[in-house]
Structure formats: structure tokens, C-alpha cells
């Protein structure tokens, strides 16, 4: 699977869009990109995956460039409830989740 | 409501005394997956399944013992646990087909004395 970075933190003020960056330069043509997120210690939570195309939920927007080298999360409204750790992941065909550091999301108020 | 159910979800033991965490979906989903997080590790898998009799190892699998004997149940098993195994251990379902996303449970803390 390709590998992501992320920036380790980041901070966003309550209401505004928060736009969190991934690269994952080494992207293969059939891997998707999955976010999730991790609110302490709970279980990762399923936010969006896209192949190329942009995607869009009641959660958030993913935003992928063009040679799909990296990708954009956006939050449009942050809440104080969105702080978490957030997890940028390439998926291939072997369904495994590879999940690195993530980004550290403070939300403040 | 669809959810992944693990049980229990707190517990503290002794070294060599096998015990089980059970993992439950009720969505049928063909694949079914541990992990373990730890401190700057992030998290790693353990197991997989891919389909009721059918399991593989994922890249920490020394120490643990699973089954798929039930489509709907993935239990992880510690024949004989030791304290390098203390961990926060969560389990994942998901369909097989249409990249559909994998569904957490809410996580076990096992403490290995």
C-alpha cells in the first residue's frame, strides 16, 4: 500500500472549514484513499474515501487532485466535537488499514 | 443499528491465563479484521478474515489465536497472554466488494499483569 503523510497538528477555530492535507505520492491506480478519524481512545470512525473523483458527505468533503498524488479533507463547519486524531490511509486490495500518526485536530472555541 | 460489538471492553489479567475478546457485527460483512493500538505504533493488524472459515495473518499475529466459525463472529483469542500483549485491541468488519469502508468497534483495553 502507499504510504501518506500528514501534518502531526493542526488547529482550527470553532466554525470555520478546517482543511486537513495528505500526500500520497506513490499512489497506485486502483487504491482508494480513505479518512477516518479517532476521537481518544475510541474506535476509528469511518469518514469518506473517494478514487479520484471528488466526494462529498454529510460528514465532510474529499477533495483529490488530479494525479491523485494528494488529497484534501475538509471539514466545512469545525465543531469542538471534531477534535480528534485524523487518519489519511491508501487502501489496496488486501483490505488492510495501515494507519500511520495521523493528524492531531484541535478545535478550539 | 449496524455495529461492530466487542466484549468485554475492559479488562486486567494475569500472565498465562487464556482469555478471549469477542467481536460480533450484525451487518453481514465478509471481512472481518483485529487490531492492536499502542503508543506511538499506531495500529496494526492482527488477524483477518475474509469469509467464515477462512483467516490470515496480518503483521503482529505471534501470540493470538482467532476463528471464523459464524460469518457474524471473529473472536481473538490469548492462549497464554504475557504482559508485552497489554494493548487497546479494536475490531473491524466490512463488505468484500465496492471498496465499502471498514466499521469499528469501540475498542478493548486489556492490561496483562
Known amino acids: 500500500d502507499a504510504k501518506t503523510t500528514q501534518p502531526p497538528s493542526m488547529d482550527c477555530a470553532e466554525g470555520r472549514a478546517a482543511n486537513l492535507p495528505c500526500n500520497h505520492s506513490?499512489?497506485?491506480?486502483?487504491?482508494?484513499v480513505y479518512w477516518y478519524r479517532q476521537i481518544h481512545s475510541q474506535g476509528p470512525q469511518y469518514i469518506i474515501h473517494g478514487l479520484k473523483n471528488n466526494e462529498t458527505n454529510e460528514m465532510a468533503s474529499l477533495i483529490i487532485t488530479e494525479d491523485r498524488k494528494s488529497s484534501t479533507l475538509i471539514l466545512p463547519h469545525a465543531t469542538l466535537r471534531d477534535t480528534a486524531v485524523y487518519y489519511c490511509?491508501?487502501?489496496?486490495?488486501?483490505?488492510?488499514?495501515?494507519f500511520g500518526a495521523g493528524t492531531t485536530v484541535t478545535v478550539r472555541a | 443499528e449496524a455495529q461492530v460489538t466487542q466484549n468485554p471492553r475492559y479488562l486486567i489479567t494475569v500472565t498465562g491465563k487464556k482469555l478471549t475478546v469477542t467481536c460480533s457485527q450484525n451487518?453481514?460483512?465478509?471481512?472481518m479484521s483485529w487490531y492492536r493500538q499502542d503508543p506511538g505504533l499506531g495500529l496494526r493488524q492482527i488477524y483477518y478474515?475474509?469469509?467464515?472459515?477462512?483467516?490470515d495473518k496480518g503483521d503482529v499475529p505471534e501470540g493470538y489465536k482467532v476463528s471464523r466459525k459464524e460469518k457474524r463472529n471473529f473472536p481473538l483469542i490469548l492462549e497464554s497472554p504475557s504482559p508485552n500483549q497489554t494493548s487497546l485491541y479494536f475490531c473491524a468488519s466490512s463488505f468484500l466488494q465496492g471498496n465499502q469502508p471498514q466499521h469499528f468497534g469501540d475498542g478493548t483495553r486489556l492490561s496483562i499483569l
Open positions: 451487518m453481514n460483512h465478509e471481512y
Open positions: 478474515s475474509m469469509n467464515v472459515e477462512v483467516t
Open positions: 490511509i491508501v487502501r489496496g486490495n488486501d483490505y488492510k488499514l495501515s
Open positions: 506513490t499512489i497506485s491506480g486502483n487504491e482508494y
